[in-house]
T-cell receptor, first 113, second 117 residues
């Protein structure tokens, strides 16, 4: 499975935008890019996903590089509730074995009041 | 979004006993469910994939006789940790998905904290 690389930790001031990077240089053409986040002692929560085009939803935006070897999750205005570990995951939907998620180390986001 | 529940949320047991953890999809039918384990300060590690009505597929290094998985219906999967030992203490998380296309996201349960004394 293609691997992802994320910074271990990042900090942001409250109400400022946050850009969380993810490198996936070995991504294949059928890999979707997924972002999940995990608050302490909870299960991961879906944030956003995309294939080639940039994506927006009510939680965040996903900017995907033209060569797809990197992507950036953008939180437009960080709140204290956004403090979590953010995981960037690649998912190949053509695999017949269940399209598992393999989590990397993620980025621990600290939001400073 | 879809809701996945887990029961119990916390369990403490004595070494050598078996513990069953339930994972339910509350408002959708889950053709596939996944079980993860997470140690403190670490990422989630996929343990196994289970499809309704068939045997689970275990990841390399996960003992299938120790971690028994049953996915008997489209809304319920169970993980039984047999003969639990302190090193099995961990946060166990399940997830469920209704299909395999990119429209079918995985929805995660809230996790079960297992402590083996």
């Amino acid at each position: 499975d293609a691997k992802t690389t994320q910074p271990n930790s990042m900090e942001s001031n409250e109400e400022e935008p946050v850009h969380l990077p993810c490198n996936h240089s070995t991504i294949s053409g059928t890999d979707y890019i997924h972002w999940y986040r995990q608050l302490p002692s909870q299960g991961p929560e879906y944030v956003i996903h995309g294939l080639t085009s940039n994506v927006n939803n009510r939680m965040a935006s996903l900017a995907i590089a033209e060569d797809r070897k990197s992507s950036t999750l953008i939180l437009h205005r960080a709140t204290l509730r956004d403090a979590a570990v953010y995981y960037c995951i690649l998912r190949d939907i053509t695999r017949n074995t269940g399209n598992q998620f393999y989590f990397g180390t993620g980025t621990s986001l600290t939001v400073i009041p | 979004g879809a809701v996945v529940s887990q029961h119990p949320s916390r369990v403490i047991c004595k070494s050598g006993t078996s513990v069953k953890i339930e994972c339910r999809s509350l408002d959708f039918q889950a053709t596939t469910m996944f079980w993860y384990r997470q140690f403190p300060k670490q990422s989630l590690m996929l343990m196994a994939t289970s499809n309704e009505g068939s045997k689970a597929t275990y990841e390399q290094g996960v003992e299938k006789d120790k971690f028994l998985i049953n996915h008997a219906s489209l809304t319920l999967s169970t993980l039984t940790v047999t003969s639990a030992h302190p090193e099995d203490s961990s946060f166990y998380i399940c997830s469920a998905r209704s299909g395999w296309t990119h429209f079918n996201e995985q929805f995660f349960g809230p996790g079960t904290r297992l402590t083996v004394l």
